[in-house]
């Protein structure tokens, strides 16, 4: 939907205390900021520029392959139910994605060692 009529101002989209904006220039430093991505299109631009495509994955895969959960164990009960948000499907964990793109000889990030999903951009 990135050319549907209600994005023609773009995607950007910023989120401060559970309310949602599209202003990134206010407020600076206190607001998460997001955007719609085609990784497809992403992939395509890296690749056309020489550059390889390392993985692509959720942020789920991504960071529990870099090693989150051994370290959320070793947090007090409230810190971990908020990393956990990170790696839940129903939260950020599959909403997200996580694109590398790397110049020169193609090497295997760890972060997609399990879920690499680059077969389907």
Not at 39 to 46: G, K, N
Not at 64 to 73: A, Q, S, V
Request: net charge negative; with cysteine.
């Amino acid at each position: 939907e990135y050319y549907h009529p209600q994005r023609h101002m773009g995607t950007v989209m910023c989120h401060q205390g559970h309310l949602a904006d599209g202003d990134p220039l206010v407020a600076v430093g206190l607001k998460d900021i997001t955007a719609h991505v085609n990784f497809t299109a992403m992939a395509l631009a890296a690749q056309e520029a020489g550059l390889n495509v390392l993985g692509y994955t959720t942020q789920a895969h991504f960071l529990i392959n870099c090693g989150l959960l051994p370290k959320m164990e070793q947090l007090p009960q409230a810190q971990r139910a908020t990393a956990a948000k990170l790696i839940m499907e129903h939260e950020m964990g599959e909403l997200f994605k996580v694109l590398a793109v790397g110049a020169g000889e193609p090497w295997e990030p760890v972060g997609f060692s399990h879920g690499d999903r680059s077969h389907r951009l």
